[in-house]
């Protein structure tokens, strides 16, 4: 019987796939389930000028704070537990990404809609009157050619397709094609970014045949099919620090030291990259279990 | 020593806020926002529908930040901005700054292209405001939130909604601004911020010099009504027994 092809690959080959001046939205939302290992992948890579595009937690705040980012699409940067994002925080205030498109929080779903949809651009209530559309002059109003009961011709947002080169996703469990499962509260938007990506990369906490994605777990959550996927990657406590549940929780202590960090002075930034960033992502998880053995 | 708090008078004016609200999503940003509408739930509009603030919609109505009891639905964040078009929701916000005519910031202070100070970003502020009923929740009320015009229009005041045509307009419904010394609504006139009750032991006179606008006062200011008995016991014994609402607002 003939099987549909394999697309598990290593994180190093992810980022070769990626390259400067790309337009990467990554997956999950504020500080839950982000692909945090590829993110990390790009951090040690070379890769420069990223367009990045991301309802942001931390992820955003690492690229922010190493200077990958020449764009940044977002609309909140927020580590919920802790609300303001340090290095975000530090990059917009130092003026470090040359450019930023701050979208409402729904509008930004109706442009990854719309580059899902191979639209130029959705219609939404939202930005109309805010200072969205005032601080992105490239963010037309078009107006409905239908009346409304009033007899008026409502002006509605013409929210831009949120086109992506690359998506990076992670996920609970995925089989080798790309067929992959949330098992956690919500599924994000995990979805719309793979299907408005040129290409889509999926990293998961454990890699399963494809009987075992449903075996204990409903249809409904498979979120993502492999005609979406380009590779997979296995990368348990993948998202660590953000939420991975089931899996794990956010660690929130590891947040605070993070958060602690980035606050502080340049050697204490240096210090903590230095102990958790400067080697792969298994030095990186060894350097984590060490962490959680010392707060024990 | 008074019988009651200032948190306590709070959560009941944020309870006000939702009473009329009928079987609506109550969205609550914030520990004084989810304690004031929970206690709505618990007295003057059990229709409420609540969330655990991440994706279920609980049947019950469990004390602040305690697991659900049973679940009614599931609301995950792209079911939230379903339901915000679809128009059947209040949410109470929190501001980093509000101005005269109601408009919200929570973005950034100071230029938006190089900020003093960068703050979350604007969520869902312009889209909660051009669709669904949005109120606001100041816990420290003074001239550096209460500003003449905000730095960065994140929830859109009725003027500028006014401003943007129909679009913008026909579901702007700026409901009420609680702070921690009084009530306000945005009908002063030409659709500005007015005081509509000062709490107890708090003086217009206060209200006004802890505001960086004129604010709209019509006439004798009423003092916002004392928690009820029950509502006390709600709050103290059953919603919040560790007292966190004194935190946010110290007696």
Not at chain 1, 100 to 112: A, I, K, N, P
Not at chain 1, 135 to 159: C, H, K, M, R, W
Not at chain 2, 40 to 50: E, R, W
Request: some cysteine; proline content about 6%; glycine content about 8%.
């Amino acid at each position: 019987m003939s099987k549909p092809r394999e697309k598990v690959m290593t994180i190093d080959e992810v980022v070769a796939q990626l390259s400067d001046g790309m337009t990467i939205g990554i997956g999950g939302w504020g500080p839950r389930r982000k692909p945090m290992a590829l993110v990390r992948a790009i951090l040690r890579s070379d890769l420069k000028d990223l367009t990045i595009v991301s309802w942001g937690g931390a992820d955003v705040g690492l690229l922010a704070r190493a200077g990958k980012i020449r764009k940044l699409v977002y609309a909140f940067v927020s580590l919920d537990s802790i609300p303001l994002e340090p290095n975000f925080q530090r990059a917009r205030q130092n003026g470090t990404i040359p450019e930023v498109v701050e979208f409402d929080e729904g509008m930004f779903q109706t442009g990854l809609y719309a580059a899902a949809q191979r639209l130029p651009f959705l219609p939404t209530r939202a930005g109309l009157g805010s200072d969205v559309l005032v601080n992105n002059p490239q963010i037309l109003t078009v107006t409905s050619p239908y009346a409304d009961a009033d007899g008026a011709f409502e002006s509605l947002t013409a929210v831009p397709a949120l086109r992506l080169d690359v998506a990076l996703v992670h996920l609970n469990r995925a089989d080798g094609h790309g067929n992959a499962t949330y098992l956690g509260p919500d599924p994000y938007f995990d979805d719309l970014f793979v299907q408005a990506a040129g290409k889509a990369f999926l990293s998961c906490e454990q890699i399963v045949d494809t009987a075992g994605l449903t075996i204990d777990t409903p249809v409904q959550r498979l979120l993502i099919s492999r005609m979406m996927v380009d590779g997979v990657v296995e990368t348990p406590n993948g998202a660590h620090f953000t939420t991975c549940t089931p899996d794990y929780e956010r660690d929130e202590k590891f947040q605070k030291v993070y958060v602690a960090a980035a606050s502080g002075s340049d050697d204490e930034w240096a210090a903590f990259e230095a102990r958790f960033l400067s080697g792969d992502e298994a030095a990186y998880q060894a350097a984590v279990a060490a962490f959680n053995q010392e707060q024990a | 020593m008074s019988e009651f708090t200032r948190a306590e008078v709070c959560a009941a004016a944020i309870a006000d806020a939702f009473k009329d609200d009928g079987e609506i999503f109550a969205s609550p940003m914030g520990m004084l926002p989810m304690l004031g509408v929970r206690l709505a739930k618990l007295t003057s509009n059990p229709d409420l529908v609540i969330s655990d603030g991440e994706s279920l919609f609980l049947a019950g109505t469990p004390p602040l930040f305690a697991k659900a009891d049973v679940v009614e639905g599931w609301i995950p964040f792209r079911r939230v901005f379903d339901v915000v078009a679809y128009g059947k929701r209040h949410v109470m916000m929190g501001a980093t700054q509000v101005d005269r005519h109601g408009n919200q910031n929570i973005s950034a202070i100071g230029d938006f292209a190089r900020p003093t100070r960068q703050m979350l970003g604007s969520r869902g502020a312009p889209g909660n405001t051009v669709n669904n009923r949005t109120s606001y929740w100041v816990p420290k009320h003074g001239i550096r939130v209460f500003v003449e015009q905000v730095d960065v229009v994140s929830g859109v005041g009725p003027a500028r909604a006014k401003a943007a045509g129909p679009g913008a307009s026909k579901y702007n419904d700026i409901h009420r601004i609680v702070s921690n010394l009084g009530v306000f609504d945005v009908h002063g006139p030409g659709d500005t911020v007015r005081l509509l009750s000062v709490h107890p032991g708090v003086s217009v006179d206060e209200v006004v010099a802890a505001t960086g606008f004129a604010l709209a006062v019509d006439g004798e200011v009423p003092v916002t009504r004392e928690p009820t008995e029950t509502e006390l016991m709600i709050i103290r014994n059953v919603l919040d027994p560790k007292n966190l609402r004194d935190r946010e607002v110290p007696s």
